[in-house]
């Protein structure tokens, strides 16, 4: 590094730093309120390695990198060894096989991360001045340690713009699906921007989720009581194991994130009298709600719907947040006002021709999802002005 007092670090293990060293990297802002979003706080990233979630035998092998100067941590990585591309929601598994066809081996790799959270955030902690310094490293922790790549995952698009080319660095857009505040007073303000079948549709579709007398509970903070995350891991365990095969959070997640993270989390809940059948857990930033785990034990039509987007946008507007982002894939959002956005990533590839391949993919990809996010965008349920 050009900086002689500048040292990079690497960690087995968050309790290896402290949380107020490595927040004050992370989310600095949080002094005066909320983070800009949780999953990057040492509170979230510890909360999934105590709880077996991350580390050994996961896939997930922290190994935070942390910048120093003159001793003290100024910059960050939050990076894992990663064996597997699963938790990741940029998807790379054709990258995967196809290095394999080619005689390579693609596992591991480094990935750096908010695990299982496709949420677009700061990657690089601290200073833009320590990115390409702190990405300088990374890259030749990959090189150094015979490893097929890099991936930064659901950076900034700041971030991507930054460092896109620096070290070989490919730049990939994606694209996930935006709820946007523009000054809404109430959900029926909201449904005021809406085509006149949309809306009609919208509140049908309400009236329907709860027909079957259903009561839905918004609970946060200490209104969140252990039994209720209970009946949320029963949820939870069925939506995984459908989706992923298995759950990637364990039971002993949600305990150790409600111990330091309750105030960062809403938990909305559908009662069949006192008894919950159905839940969806969402993230409280400084701007934004994010909508991640979703689960049911019994069938209601339009339930999912309404916990998971319709219940997001009236607490969003009941609290000033400026968006909810509802997490990745899943075209059924437009029609309930959540748009397409770009989102970004970084990789580097150790193999010079695997390296120029994917960088040809990129830039086709790249113009497909620019065409793709104009196309959805235009079957969005606003009115057209």
């Given amino acids: 590094m050009s900086d002689p007092a500048a040292q990079i670090t690497l960690l087995d293990s968050l309790t290896e730093i402290s949380a107020a060293e490595w927040d004050a990297m992370a989310a600095p802002e949080q002094t005066s309120g909320r983070p800009e979003d949780p999953f990057t706080t040492h509170r979230f990233l510890l909360a999934l390695e105590t709880s077996g979630s991350t580390g050994k035998g996961t896939g997930w092998l922290p190994k935070p990198l942390i910048l120093q100067q003159n001793g003290k941590p100024s910059a960050a990585l939050p990076m894992f060894v990663k064996t597997h591309s699963q938790g990741e929601y940029i998807f790379d598994h054709s990258w995967a096989d196809a290095y394999s066809r080619a005689g390579g081996q693609y596992y591991p790799k480094l990935q750096v991360a908010a695990p299982f959270t496709p949420v677009p955030g700061r990657r690089f902690l601290g200073p833009d001045a320590f990115r390409k310094p702190l990405a300088s490293a990374a890259v030749a922790l990959t ?110 997640a949600f305990d150790a994130l409600h111990a330091t993270m309750r105030q960062d989390m809403l938990l909305v809940l559908a009662f069949d009298g006192e008894r919950p059948i159905a ?68 990789h580097y590839i150790t193999d010079p021709g695997f390296r120029r391949a994917v960088a040809d993919y990129l830039t086709q990809e790249s113009r497909a999802v620019t065409e793709e996010i104009a196309a959805l965008a235009s079957y969005g349920p606003f009115r057209q002005s």
Avoid: M
Avoid at 307 to 333: F, N, S, T
């Fill in 143 to 252: 090189e150094g340690n015979g490893l097929s790549s890099l991936h930064i995952t659901f950076c900034t698009p700041e971030e991507a713009r930054d460092l896109a080319g620096h070290e070989t660095l490919l730049h990939r857009i994606t694209h996930q699906y935006h709820w946007q505040n523009n000054g809404y007073a109430s959900y029926e303000d909201f449904l005021s921007d809406l085509s006149s079948r949309k809306r009609k549709a919208l509140r049908k579709e309400r009236q329907s989720a709860t027909s079957a007398g259903l009561t839905i509970r918004a609970l946060t903070g200490d209104a969140i009581e252990p039994q209720h995350w209970d009946a949320f891991w029963a949820f939870y365990q069925d939506t995984g194991a459908r989706k992923w095969g298995r759950p990637y959070l364990t039971r002993t």
């Fill in 279 to 346: 839940g969806a857990l969402n993230f409280i930033g400084r701007s934004a709600l994010y909508g991640r785990y979703w689960g049911a034990i019994e069938d209601h039509p339009a339930l999912h719907f309404e916990l998971c987007y319709h219940q997001a946008i009236d607490w969003a507007i009941a609290h000033g947040l400026q968006r909810v982002e509802a997490g990745a894939q899943g075209d059924h959002k437009l029609a309930r006002g959540y748009l397409p956005v770009e989102t970004h990533s970084l």
